[in-house]
């Protein structure tokens, strides 16, 4: 398994930029000699996710989008439970990232719904190192082409506590998909590969197994 840190995230540096995201991981796969990819994307990572496949669907056996944003469905670009990134934009080009932490470890997007304190632990870690360096630059539109054409096989995810928008988002995209199964994971929320990581393997591990052989696998 290949596991793609995004620019400016996690203990990565650089700008970060969809753009950037999408030929990271292509070369990422290109430098590994991978002919044929299952891709995930957890999140924002499933917007790059989706990118990937759209440019190299003939080398993808499958795609698994996890709680992704809004991008084809009515409600795009007015979520009202999402984090509010004008704010979050604001007070980190004030220097003031500490802020900025608190209100993601405070909000609804990154509340975990079961007790387990290694999870906690590791959520506590993941949002204690965000620089938040996406925030300083100004929003480019990551443009998105026609996911009707994208006939991979594909499995949307949502836990059954995600944000209400990340729920409705993740219908939507499976409906548009001609090959894509949504599936909702119990007593879980958007982080559910840390709420419930086993149900969360045994999922992925299913969708995987179920795969057809890919023609174009080199």
Same mark, same amino acid.
């Given at each position: 398994m290949l596991r793609h840190d995004r620019r400016g995230f996690g203990l990565s540096s650089g700008r970060p930029s969809i753009a950037s995201d999408v030929s990271d991981a292509v070369a990422l796969l290109d430098h590994a000699g991978v002919s044929s990819a299952v891709i995930i994307g957890a999140s924002q990572g499933a917007r790059v996710a989706l990118r990937v496949?759209? +440019?190299m669907a003939k080398r993808l056996g499958g795609l698994v989008l996890d709680a992704p944003p809004d991008e084809i469905g009515p +409600?795009? +670009?007015g979520q009202t439970d999402e984090i509010p990134l004008d704010l979050c934009r604001a007070l980190a !080009?004030? +220097?003031d990232v500490a802020s900025v932490r608190r209100i993601w470890a405070e909000h609804p997007f990154?509340?975990?719904v079961r007790a387990d304190a290694d999870a906690e632990k590791r959520l506590a870690s993941m949002i204690a190192r965000y620089p938040g360096a996406d925030l300083l630059e100004d929003p480019v539109p990551a443009p998105l082409g026609d996911v009707r054409t994208l006939a991979v096989p594909a499995l949307v995810l949502n836990g059954e506590h995600d944000l209400p928008s990340r729920i409705a988002a993740g219908v939507a995209l499976a409906k548009a998909l001609p090959n894509a199964q949504h599936r909702v994971l119990r007593d879980a929320g958007h982080l559910?590969?840390?709420?419930d990581p086993l149900?969360?393997?045994a999922a992925l591990q299913a969708f995987v197994e179920?795969?057809?052989p890919n023609?174009? !696998?080199c």
């Open positions: 496949a759209l +440019g +409600g795009r +670009g !080009r004030q +220097g990154t509340r975990l559910a590969n840390l709420d149900a969360y393997e179920a795969l057809p023609p174009h !696998r």
